[in-house]
C-alpha cells in the first residue's frame, strides 16, 4: 500500500507540473500553436463524420481546432485541464471552454468523434488505459477519435511536461488493452511549428 501511494503522489505531482507549464506560459502557447496547421490532420479525421456531428476537442489547448470546427458547422465542445489556456480558448472561439481533467470525462454515447491533438500525450501509459476507456465510452456507436503523440519510445519528463510517446509497433501492442477500438488510420508528420520540423509525430484514427 505504501508503494502505491507514492506512486500516485508521483502521478500527481507530475501532473500538476504539466498543467503549471501551461498555466504559466499561456500567452506564449497560444502564439505559438493558434495558427499552426493542421488542416490536413482535421481533414483526415472529419472525413469520418457526419455534417453537423457533435466532436468534443479533449485538451483543446488554444483552442484552433475549436474554431474551425465550429466554423466549419459542427457542434463543439472543448475542454482543457489547464484554467488559463480555457480562459484563452473561450475568448478566442467564442465558447465556454470547461476545465476539466482528461479522467473527469463522464460522457456516454455522446459524439460523433472526439479530437485529441496532441493533449492525451501528456498522460502517463498507464493511465492513458482508462482514460481510453472513457473516451470510448463518450463515443456514439462507429464514433471515432483522432490522436497523436510524438514519434518514439520516451516516457517521462521533457522540457518540464510529462511525456508518452508512440510508434506504430509500441501503440499496436497498447491497444490489445483496448478492444472496442480499432486502428482505422495511422501516419507521421512532421511538426508544423517553426523550427521544429525534425520532429515527427505519429497520428492516429480510432472507431469504436
Not at 57 to 81: H, I, M, P, Q, W
Request: charged share 35%; hydrophobic share 30%.
Amino acid at each position: 500500500m505504501k508503494g502505491k501511494d507514492l506512486r500516485e503522489s508521483k502521478t500527481v505531482t507530475m501532473e500538476e507540473k504539466t498543467l503549471s507549464y501551461y498555466n504559466e506560459r499561456t500567452k506564449e502557447f497560444f502564439e505559438n500553436t493558434v495558427n499552426a496547421d493542421v488542416s490536413p490532420q482535421r481533414e483526415r479525421f472529419l472525413k469520418y463524420l457526419k455534417n453537423g456531428g457533435d466532436i468534443l476537442d479533449f485538451g483543446c489547448g488554444s483552442g484552433r481546432d475549436t474554431k474551425a470546427f465550429l466554423d466549419a458547422g459542427y457542434n463543439v465542445e472543448a475542454t482543457d485541464g489547464s484554467v488559463e489556456l480555457c480562459k484563452t480558448a473561450s475568448k478566442f472561439t467564442g465558447i465556454k471552454v470547461k476545465n476539466k481533467l482528461f479522467q473527469e470525462l463522464d460522457d456516454i454515447e455522446k459524439y460523433d468523434g472526439i479530437w485529441a491533438c496532441s493533449s492525451i500525450l501528456h498522460v502517463s501509459k498507464a493511465d492513458l488505459k482508462s482514460i481510453f476507456e472513457k473516451m470510448t465510452r463518450a463515443l456514439k456507436k462507429d464514433g471515432v477519435i483522432y490522436t497523436s503523440f510524438k514519434y518514439g519510445d520516451f516516457e517521462g519528463e521533457r522540457n518540464g511536461r510529462y511525456f508518452s510517446d508512440f510508434t506504430e509497433k509500441s501503440f499496436k501492442e497498447f491497444m490489445a488493452y483496448q478492444p472496442e477500438l480499432s486502428i482505422i488510420d495511422s501516419w507521421i508528420t512532421s511538426d508544423v511549428r517553426p523550427g521544429r520540423g525534425d520532429e515527427k509525430w505519429l497520428n492516429l484514427i480510432l472507431k469504436k
